[in-house]
């Protein structure tokens, strides 16, 4: 099992930057991949980033390349998503997620609320 919690989370205003945190424990290292989805009110959950832990090598939604930074430190377990240049249509509940794949995750914590007011 792999646990994660995220952290975060918050009500800004457009163009205002956050950073979510997600700490990783458990057997961490069954999980290769490290990444984000949101879901918005009414939408379904969607893909974000992800992060080849071993390698660093890293995948980004189009609609969020070049304003989200996906990271991780590995002497923290911890994984890293800087959100900058935020806009309302990015107010969603964002999960962590672990697994075998960039877009495949097992694992899920229990999301961070964020909120973009114009």
């Known amino acids: 099992q792999v646990h994660l919690v995220e952290s975060g989370g918050g009500l800004v205003q457009a163009g205002d930057s956050l950073r979510l945190s997600c700490a990783a424990s458990?057997?961490?290292?069954?999980?290769?991949?490290m990444g984000w989805t949101r879901q918005a009110p009414g939408m379904e959950r969607e893909f974000v980033a992800a992060i080849d832990w071993n390698n660093g090598d890293t995948w980004s939604a189009n609609t969020v390349k070049g304003r989200f930074t996906i990271s991780r430190d590995n002497t923290k377990m911890t994984l890293y998503l800087q959100m900058n240049s935020l806009k309302p249509e990015d107010t969603a509940v964002y999960y962590c997620g672990a697994g075998g794949g960039p877009r495949s995750f097992d694992y899920w914590g229990q999301g961070t609320q964020v909120t973009v007011s114009s």
């Open positions: 458990g057997r961490t290292f069954s999980s290769k991949f």
